[in-house]
């Protein structure tokens, strides 16, 4: 069994545009049960919530507050190196694209570490592109080795790994992965992948399970939305964490709604995804999956961020470079562009202006420090 | 009613209401919250400290006579907690701790028999151990056996407010445990911390009911009053609720006659 046989089924159902058949007596059932079933789903995705985002935003803002309170945590994405052996037709490390290629040395991480650590952030996401030749499961080790002396929670995001690697990175202290299925639509999955390794469409689908199994304490899948029709891509997306959480209830399962931003490319995507669009899928997710984190990354313009941290929004990201060694100057070539710039104060302002708290600490990596 | 002092890990208390730290918007109500609700002991979760950070570090917003029940967050097996509770301990934070060992992220339910092993290795390592559990008797007798110093049955699911839903259970829990019973988790309202006193529960912990409310003060001070009242009504001995009708004289008194 894996989420793959539940997602062959689930093609069936009447996905995206189809959903046009749900009317506001399915939107008036889902937002009147405690707990949701598929069919509640796909009508809150669907155009007959629309005239429902208020009484959904201020059924999710409750949940949240009863669930999380007023804590919101923060993280950074760390890039240690951009070398990538796929061909994605939306992303700037693409194999294609010719630019002078940067990995880190172990001086640079730690370099780089503190200098996020003296922000006060507590929690780090370490990305790579997806080589497994230049950027090998030794060196996220090692990587993850020299982090765990800056940070309370290591997170990867790197290319899928097997069950074994995975647990070899838990036993030294990372504590969470983050992989995008990017596209659950399997058709436009291989059109949009060109060439490489993430071609195995199954391979990326099944990574998240093997990290629940594994035992990483904090999984967060997502869909690059844009990339394909947004209802249909929200709905794969919530059942798959659902998929996960009813097998893994151990594990913390997240997801991240993160929209489709300009790159080095020309790739514009298919599926506009409005900021309407996007609150939708927000509190979806959130009516959805009560107690799943939801992370807000700063793709999102920062007028927006501020509107949607009270939506549902467990997590953020603040302080954000999308270059390898971004910050300490090094200056690589951006993944993509972000959109909200503001820094570590000024993004834990706006959460105390807003009445929210940040939480800078919300873990200790408990696994022994490697010797 | 003044001396109903509350003795537990070798420390004598007046208020019965434990508040927690976790859902706060800022830190800084934490020390008006503590002054409203007159509570003297206080959860904090040792994942959130940070002693590194002089600024967001919970504790320095925790006033010094507060006595600290740091808890295992986050753990999800015996082992994890165990862990936990050492680091708590090592950075300074007394020998109280609460046990939670919770490996249900769907509705954060505890899991008994890892708290059990938890609080065995602790609490022979000399800690003051609250588990906080689900309200089964039989595991209630073995946290007291391994050495708890009370145990915390939940009202309801964390964070749910909706009261003491476990009331039938955590009542045979206060009748037989033999150790103090702190209600945990699930309250909502004053009226249901009440509820729980009058049943002659020892103590409540609440966090979400205050942290959430419109206004975290007023409704400390409302809990405060609320967890009195209940011990007061519990202590005067309320009327007996009996399934059969009681008399009010004896109707078989002539039987001994
Ligand atoms: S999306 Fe990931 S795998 Fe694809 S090109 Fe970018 S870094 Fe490489």
Redesign the pocket.
């Known amino acids: 069994m894996s989420f793959y046989d539940t997602l062959l089924k689930l093609e069936s159902m009447p996905l995206g545009e189809q959903s046009g058949q749900y009317g506001r007596n399915d939107v008036e059932r889902a937002l009147s049960r405690e707990k949701l079933d598929p069919e509640d789903l796909l009508a809150l995705l669907s155009p007959a919530a629309v005239p429902y985002l208020e009484e959904m935003a201020q059924k999710a803002h409750r949940i949240t507050r009863a669930h999380f309170g007023y804590a919101v945590q923060l993280f950074t994405p760390m890039y240690v190196a951009d070398y990538?052996v796929?061909?994605?037709t939306y992303?700037s490390?693409?194999v294609e694209h010719d630019f002078a290629r940067k990995k880190l040395t172990m001086e640079e991480v730690d370099r780089e570490a503190s200098a996020i650590a003296a922000t006060g952030l507590r929690h780090i996401l370490l990305l790579t592109?997806?080589s497994r030749k230049d950027s090998p499961v030794s060196y996220v080790k090692e990587c993850a080795g020299v982090l765990r002396r800056h940070f309370s929670s290591v997170s990867i995001e790197v290319n899928p790994l097997s069950l074994e690697e995975y647990r070899e990175l838990a036993a030294c202290g990372v504590d969470g992965l983050t992989m995008f299925q990017e596209v659950y639509d399997r058709e436009t999955y291989a059109r949009l992948h060109v060439k490489g390794p993430?071609r195995n469409f199954r391979a990326r689908l099944d990574a998240p399970e093997r990290g629940c199994q594994a035992g990483f304490r904090s999984v967060t899948i997502g869909a690059l939305l844009g990339l394909s029709d947004w209802r249909r891509e929200a709905f794969m997306t919530a059942m798959h964490a659902r998929y996960l959480q009813d097998r893994y209830p151990g594990t913390e399962i997240s997801i991240a709604p993160p929209r489709f931003r300009p790159y080095l490319g020309s790739f514009s995507p298919e599926s506009d995804v409005t900021d309407r669009a996007l609150v939708q899928i927000i509190l979806a997710y959130r009516l959805f999956l009560p107690r799943s984190g939801l992370t807000l990354s700063t793709r999102e313009p920062a007028a927006l961020r501020d509107r949607l941290v009270h939506l549902g929004i467990t997590k953020i990201s603040a302080g954000v470079t999308t270059e390898v060694g971004g910050h300490t100057g090094g200056g690589g070539t951006p993944?993509f562009e972000i959109s909200d710039e503001r820094s570590v104060p000024e993004i834990r302002e706006m959460l105390y202006r807003s009445g929210l708290q940040p939480v800078f600490k919300d873990w200790d990596i408990l696994a022994e420090a490697p010797v | 009613m003044s001396q109903d002092l509350f003795h537990i890990g070798g420390k004598s208390l007046s208020s019965r209401l434990f508040i927690g730290t976790g859902k706060y918007s800022r830190n800084t109500l934490i020390p008006e919250v503590v002054e409203a609700s007159g509570s003297e002991v206080i959860t904090v979760a040792l994942r959130r400290i940070d002693p590194a950070s002089r600024e967001e570090n919970i504790l320095t917003h925790i006033p010094p006579h507060m006595t600290l029940l740091p808890n295992t967050s986050g753990a999800r097996t015996a082992e994890e907690a165990v862990r936990i509770a050492r680091l708590a301990r090592a950075a300074g934070m007394g020998n109280w701790v609460k046990i939670e060992v919770i490996n249900d992220q769907k509705y954060l339910l505890p899991d008994n028999l890892e708290t059990v092993k938890a609080t065995e290795i602790l609490a022979a390592e000399g800690f003051i151990v609250l588990p906080y559990m689900s309200p089964d008797l039989s595991a209630a007798l073995r946290l007291r056996d391994v050495g708890a110093a009370a145990v915390m049955p939940l009202g309801a699911p964390i964070g749910s407010n909706r009261g003491l839903k476990t009331k039938e259970l955590v009542g045979i829990l206060i009748e037989e445990a033999g150790l103090p019973v702190i209600v945990d988790a699930g309250i909502g309202r004053p009226s249901e911390a009440a509820e729980a006193m009058e049943m002659g529960a020892a103590a409540v912990l609440l966090n979400t009911a205050i942290a959430t409310a419109r206004d975290p003060l007023l409704m400390a001070e409302a809990f405060r009053g609320a967890v009195a009242s209940g011990r007061q009504a519990y202590l005067a001995g309320l009327g007996a609720v009996r399934n059969a009708a009681e008399a009010s004289s004896p109707l078989t008194g002539f039987l001994s006659v």
């Open positions: 990538c796929n061909q994605c992303c490390f693409s592109g997806e993430k993944q």
